[in-house]
């Protein structure tokens, strides 16, 4: 498709809310203390939440104190230089309620790739949540197929 055929529309966030849902691979962005820094996770969004485990000792447990984040998920296709993207902009912190710990523990796809001890929670409550899809002009929807 001819490049000038195509624009970005933005998704709704009942749109985004579902895409979240539907995946569990991120990058979260904050302001570290060595400087800014962008980093993938594995995570679950429910309850208008994103969740997931860390190390307890490594960079990203900085967030256990309330921290400004950003976390995106995206969904693109390179050959056809189509996608869609899902900014949530919001707060991080330590989870440190024993309920929710216990429930925590119990949620389905709350396991991280990286192995070792991952016991340290990291929720996101968002202050906004956004996105775009880029659609041809006509206003369909460019699929994001994956290639083998």
């Given at each position: ?66 921290t400004d984040v ?22 991080a912190e330590a ?50 197929e994956h290639r083998?």
């Open positions: 498709m001819d490049q000038d055929a195509r624009q970005f529309r933005t998704l709704d966030e009942r749109h985004c809310k579902e895409l979240l849902a539907r995946h569990n691979v991120a990058r979260i962005a904050w302001q570290a203390a060595d400087g800014p820094l962008i980093l993938p996770v594995s995570y679950v969004f429910r309850q208008d939440t994103a969740v997931f485990r860390t190390s307890p000792y490594g960079v990203i447990s900085e967030l256990v104190n309330p950003a976390l995106q998920i995206d969904g693109l296709d390179e050959w056809r230089r189509s996608g869609w993207s899902v900014l949530v902009q919001g707060r989870v440190a309620e024993p309920a929710d710990m216990v429930d925590l523990w119990t949620v389905d796809g709350l396991v991280p790739w990286a192995p070792g001890v991952r016991n340290l929670f990291i929720r996101i409550r968002p202050r906004r949540i956004t996105g775009r899809i880029l659609v041809s002009r006509a206003g369909v929807a460019e699929p994001v083998n």
